[in-house]
């Protein structure tokens, strides 16, 4: 019998590859990569985008986000489990890709700011430190660098801290949590 390896190929058939249906429209496509879960006009969108496409299924941050304590002023704990792992996992499927380099830069210079504000230096002079993640982020996310996905996360956080409490006890510990959840889902460069 005759090798049809040809004739497959003819067709449109790749050997060694298989169909999957693309996470967020449902669209049958060959992946380039076994990884890859989203067809081609989904990735588009998603670099455009923040993660998704509006109505397609895509992670959302929960309304309200973020509110981080409870009636009684205590951490929620899905700041530091389910909701931070979700926001980890988003960070490696959306484009442009995330690194942990990239993520560990951002919690270094935050990580910085809550050690002045341990050592005494009052969180008002903290905070111009702070704030300085939204630009980074926006600058960043402008060229392409990080996804706008991660830029929502910082400017939705550090508009969240405006007090020591909120920041060293709700936006560091979240943002931890973000960061050891990357280190199965990022790249380190």
């Not at 996992?89 to 942990?100: I, Y």
């Not at 005494?120 to 990080?146: D, M, N, T, Y």
């Amino acid at each position: 019998m005759p090798d049809m390896s040809g004739e497959f190929k003819k067709a449109g058939f790749r050997p060694g590859s298989s169909e999957k249906k693309c996470r967020e429209c449902g669209r049958p496509f060959i992946p380039r990569e076994p990884h890859h879960t989203l067809c081609a006009n989904c990735v588009k969108q998603n670099v455009a985008g923040l993660g998704a496409p509006q109505g397609t299924g895509g992670w959302r941050f929960p309304e309200g986000y973020p509110d981080y304590f409870d009636s009684d002023g205590i951490l929620r704990s899905e700041f530091v489990t389910s909701l931070a792992e979700s926001i980890a996992g988003e960070l490696g499927r959306v484009r442009p890709k995330m690194t942990m380099n990239q993520l560990r830069a951002f919690y270094h210079h935050a990580k910085l700011q809550e050690g002045a504000i341990e050592r005494g230096r009052p969180f008002r002079e903290v905070w111009v430190e702070i704030s300085k993640l939204k630009a980074f982020a926006r600058e960043r996310a402008s060229k392409e660098k990080i996804p706008r996905f991660f830029e929502q996360f910082i400017s939705r956080n550090v508009d969240r801290a405006k007090d020591d409490k909120t920041f060293s006890e709700g936006f560091m510990e979240h943002f931890q949590a973000v960061v050891a959840y990357s280190a199965g889902t990022l790249k380190e460069r």
